[in-house]
T-cell receptor
Framework: EADIYQTPRYLVIGTGKKITLECSQT?????MYWYQQDPGMELHLIHY???????EKGDLSSESTVSRIRTEHFPLTLESARPSHTSQYLC????????????????FGAGSRLTVL | AQSVTQLGSHVSVSEGALVLLRCNYS??????LFWYVQYPNQGLQLLLK??????LVKGINGFEAEFKKSETSFHLTKPSAHMSDAAEYFC??????????FGAGTTVTVRA
């Protein structure tokens, strides 16, 4: 079944540790996104990619980095986690072609909830 | 720049009552508008979308939304709430590059 998977679902980690949040999709989507979600706040776009070897920063500045070496995989890395990074991170994807085919209808993963102590 | 404002962070309704969630948008181009729903411990799912054409859009689970350009609104309604409608609902607008800007969400609770 075509889907989008995020691991880990929950992570509690100490300050200064390096973490990678994994995101994989089996739908063959070209576009992938990372959103940050905090209670009562808008979802903020922190990274996006329109294809392999393409990555861009989103509207919200983030100390995280991303890579897109394979179409299906879009991991997010924090080199040194801090308590301010505590949040839920949502990965999403969408197909590439024009709006009429649903270019910006996003399919979301279940999220990775990160807690940094 | 595109932005969305959702009026009311929490809405409580009785089972069987009307659900009305308000969304106003700001867009520099003709907007594409979306409603997503998030159930506990899950990602967001598309409820419905407006791109062009008919301004009344029907979605899944009995929800519908009406695009009103003059009011820059895209309110979400359901005539009769069900317990399973308890969730968080997000309104979103697409920018010209097809990236979505989301509102802060409205949490719906349904009273038996």
């Amino acid at each position: 079944e075509a889907d989008i998977y995020q691991t880990p679902r929950y992570l509690v980690i100490g300050t200064g540790k390096k973490i990678t949040l994994e995101c994989s999709q089996t739908m063959g989507h070209d576009k992938m996104y990372w959103y940050q979600q905090d209670p009562g706040m808008e979802l903020h776009l922190i990274h996006y990619s329109y294809g392999v070897n393409s990555t861009e920063k989103g509207d919200l500045s983030s100390e995280s980095t991303v890579s897109r070496i394979r179409t299906e995989h879009f991991p997010l890395t924090l080199e040194s986690a801090r308590p301010s990074h505590t949040s839920q991170y949502l990965c999403a994807s969408s197909p590439r072609t024009g709006l009429r085919s649903g270019a910006n209808v996003l399919t979301f993963g279940a999220g990775s909830r990160l807690t940094v102590l | 720049a595109q932005s969305v404002t959702q009026l009311g962070s929490h809405v409580s309704v009785s089972e069987g009552a009307l659900v009305l969630l308000r969304c106003n948008y700001s867009s520099s181009v003709p907007p594409y508008l979306f409603w997503y729903v998030q159930y506990p411990n899950q990602g967001l799912q598309l409820l419905l979308k407006y791109t062009t054409g008919a301004t009344l859009v029907k979605g899944i689970n009995g929800f519908e939304a009406e695009f009103k350009k003059s009011e820059t609104s895209f309110h979400l309604t359901k005539p009769s709430a069900h317990m399973s409608d308890a969730a968080e609902y997000f309104c979103a607008v697409s920018d010209p590059d097809y990236k979505l800007s989301f509102g802060a969400g409205t949490t719906v609770t349904v009273r038996a």
